[in-house]
C-alpha cells in the first residue's frame, strides 16, 4: 500500500491564482481529511469527509473547497488564492472516528507571493 | 478554539540523555496522542492514552495521561540521533471524533552526537 500520497509536493502560486492540491489514499478509509500547518503552530483542520459524497468544515474552512466523490480523492481547492494560505497542507486518512487511526501524507508547501 | 500548551519548544540534548516534554489544556480530553514529524514528512503516530492516570511504553518513549485528563507527558530515554524531529501532542475533545482533535505547537527536539 502507497498509504496516504499528496501532489503536489511544493508550489509557488500567485495571489489570485487558483490550484487544486490532490489527495489519494489506497486503505479504503472512509474518513478524510485536511489540515494546515503554519510555522510552530499546531495542526488546524481546514475541511473533513466521513464518506464518499459528504464533507463537513473545519477550523478553519475559509479560503478553501472540497469535493469527495470517490473513497480514494480528496482534492482540496483553493480558489483565490492569498498570503495568509501560505503554509504546509496535510491529508490525513482513517477507517473510523478515532483519532489513533489516522494516518498522515507528506504534506504539500504552499507559498502564495 | 481549543489551545493545547505544550513545552518546552525545543530542546537541544547530547546522545544518551533523557528528554521531557509535556502538553497542558483547559479543556478535559477523552484521548491524548503523540506524534513525531521528521523533516519534510507527515506526522507519525507514537503513543495513543485513554484513560486518565494511564502509563504506556513504546520502546524507549513512555507518556501518560493525566490524572485531571487536562494533561500528558512524554519522555524518551536514552536519546539516539534518529530521535531527532518534531513531536506533537493532540488530544481528542470528548464531544468529538478524529475531527475534534486539538494540536500542541510542538517541541522541536535537536541531538547532538
Known amino acids: 500500500n502507497a498509504g496516504v500520497t499528496q501532489t503536489p509536493k511544493f508550489r509557488i502560486l500567485k495571489i489570485g491564482q487558483s490550484m487544486t492540491l490532490q489527495c489519494t489514499q489506497d486503505m479504503n478509509h472512509n474518513y478524510m481529511y485536511w489540515y494546515r500547518q503554519d510555522p510552530g503552530m499546531g495542526l488546524k483542520l481546514i475541511y473533513y469527509?466521513?464518506?464518499?459524497?459528504?464533507?463537513d468544515k473545519g477550523e478553519v474552512p475559509n479560503g478553501y473547497n472540497v469535493s469527495r466523490s470517490t473513497t480514494e480523492d480528496f482534492p482540496l481547492r483553493l480558489e483565490l488564492a492569498a498570503p495568509s494560505q501560505t503554509s504546509v497542507y496535510f491529508c490525513?486518512?482513517?477507517?473510523?472516528?478515532?483519532?489513533?487511526?489516522?494516518?498522515f501524507g507528506p504534506g504539500t508547501r504552499l507559498l502564495v507571493l | 478554539g481549543q489551545q493545547l500548551n505544550q513545552s518546552p519548544q525545543s530542546m537541544f540534548i547530547q546522545e544518551g540523555e533523557d528528554v521531557s516534554m509535556n502538553c497542558t489544556s483547559s479543556?478535559?480530553?477523552?484521548?491524548w496522542l503523540w506524534y513525531k514529524q521528521d523533516p519534510g514528512e507527515g506526522p507519525v503516530l507514537l503513543i495513543a492514552?485513554?484513560?486518565?492516570?494511564e502509563l504506556t511504553s513504546n520502546g524507549r518513549l513512555t507518556a501518560q495521561f493525566g490524572i485531571t485528563r487536562k494533561d500528558s507527558f512524554l519522555n524518551i530515554s536514552a536519546s539516539i540521533p534518529s530521535d531527532v524531529g518534531i513531536y506533537f501532542c493532540?488530544?481528542?475533545?470528548?464531544?468529538?471524533?478524529?475531527?475534534?482533535?486539538?494540536f500542541g505547537k510542538g517541541m522541536k527536539l535537536t541531538v547532538n552526537p
Open positions: 479543556s478535559i480530553f477523552n484521548t
Open positions: 490525513a486518512s482513517s477507517y473510523n472516528r478515532e483519532a489513533e487511526t489516522q494516518y
Open positions: 493532540a488530544g481528542q475533545l470528548p464531544q468529538g471524533g478524529s475531527e475534534k482533535l486539538v
Open positions: 469527509s466521513v464518506g464518499a459524497g459528504i464533507t
Open positions: 492514552l485513554y484513560k486518565a492516570g
